[in-house]
């Protein structure tokens, strides 16, 4: 049952938007001022989640509660928010490379993904309304074993308690460590930083199998969902909220050193740790589309969540998927740089006029 609690009037003068503390146009575009630029005019605040108070923002991110919120995140919560009834819808995906590896301790001798077999594999418990993290993990063991033909049910699957605030993926980095587990799924900056700490080594390199299958995971693809009453009653504020994530994309595709920049302060992490996360050329990987490729890898996603118990109950991509709003920014685009005689990133704003484009705290 849908659960939305904004009430008719707030649809009329506040949007909001979310993120995760990952590489996303919803980002780039908060760092620069550009959502706010865009509906100014209209007398309407554009807000930050992350500007709200913790028991708000970390609530409506997971849910999509929140009828004015556009979300750029994770999919283990959105299709966990669709599966219990709430009225969203899929307005683009987004597919970025960000590391993920399979690591282990320092001469172990692993350095294959038949090599997992039998292993004491870290799964994180979190008590959480939707726990995303072990959803994570899971995956992406999924993704390792499924390299060498094996299965989870060709390892053992050991659950490690989350430590409220130790940071991600400390509680299994520390079971690795103390030789409690024998592998830790990880992505992202902040992970790749925690495990050079620890001297952990790379089992399996998931960025390095050639069949993207083997990669789907929370982030990939990663979606952009809004509530269907936001689209029946202003379709005309999603399709402009879509055109500067269009803009978004094609200027981060041209400012590899400013998409850094921006990176470091959504993760918290230091150049290094950015660095090794993403490869080079991720700045140009930011744009949203709503290709068969990606549908069928979301798909494929919903699937596994669904055999392991994530869901509320069956989500269908198919349905749940609404490309008017984006063939509606594109066209709106097409339009305004015609007008404009401008190409990539005509219309967008300077920077320095951002609202809520500090770092973004455990949201995915």
Not at 12 to 39: K, M, N, S, Y
Not at 156 to 182: K, Y
Not at 236 to 245: C, D, K, N, Y
Request: aromatic letters at 6%; hydrophobic letters at 45%; a negative charge.
């Amino acid at each position: 049952m849908s659960s939305h609690t904004q009430n008719p009037s707030s649809l009329r003068d506040t949007l909001w938007f979310t993120r995760c503390p990952v590489p996303t146009a919803t980002g780039i575009a908060a760092d620069q001022g550009w959502l706010a630029r865009e509906f100014a005019a209209d007398g309407i605040a554009v807000r930050s989640l992350q500007d709200a108070p913790p028991e708000v923002a970390v609530d409506h991110h997971f849910t999509h509660a929140l009828t004015g919120l556009f979300r750029e995140g994770g999919n283990v919560p959105a299709l966990w928010a669709r599966s219990r009834g709430e009225e969203t819808r899929l307005i683009g995906l987004t597919w970025i490379e960000e590391r993920q590896v399979v690591l282990v301790r320092a001469g172990s001798g692993i350095s294959e993904p038949g090599q997992l077999r039998g292993l004491r594999l870290a799964v994180p418990r979190h008590g959480i309304g939707i726990d995303f993290w072990r959803a994570m993990a899971l995956a992406g063991f999924r993704g390792a074993l499924g390299l060498a033909g094996l299965t989870l049910a060709d390892a053992e699957l050991v659950d490690v308690p989350g430590v409220p605030g130790g940071g991600q993926w400390s509680a299994e980095l520390s079971a690795l460590r103390d030789g409690t587990v024998d592998a830790v799924y990880v992505k992202g900056a902040l992970a790749v930083e925690a495990a050079r700490r620890i001297g952990a080594e790379v089992a399996v390199d998931l960025d390095a199998a050639p069949d993207r299958r083997a990669r789907v995971n929370n982030g990939t693809p990663r979606p952009i969902t809004v509530h269907q009453r936001l689209l029946d009653e202003r379709p005309e504020l999603v399709a402009r909220f879509l055109v500067v994530l269009l803009e978004a994309a094609d200027w981060a595709a041209e400012r590899p050193e400013e998409v850094a920049r921006i990176l470091r302060a959504e993760t918290g992490a230091g150049a290094e740790g950015v660095a090794g996360a993403y490869a080079p050329g991720s700045h140009r990987t930011l744009h949203l589309d709503l290709s068969a490729e990606r549908l069928e890898l979301l798909a494929l996603q919903e699937r596994f969540l669904g055999e392991q118990g994530f869901l509320a109950g069956p989500v269908d991509v198919r349905t749940w998927v609404d490309p008017e709003p984006l063939r509606a920014a594109r066209e709106l685009l097409r339009e305004r740089r015609a007008g404009e005689g401008g190409g990539a990133g005509a219309g967008v704003g300077g920077a320095g006029e951002g609202v809520g484009g500090g770092r973004i705290t455990d949201f995915r």
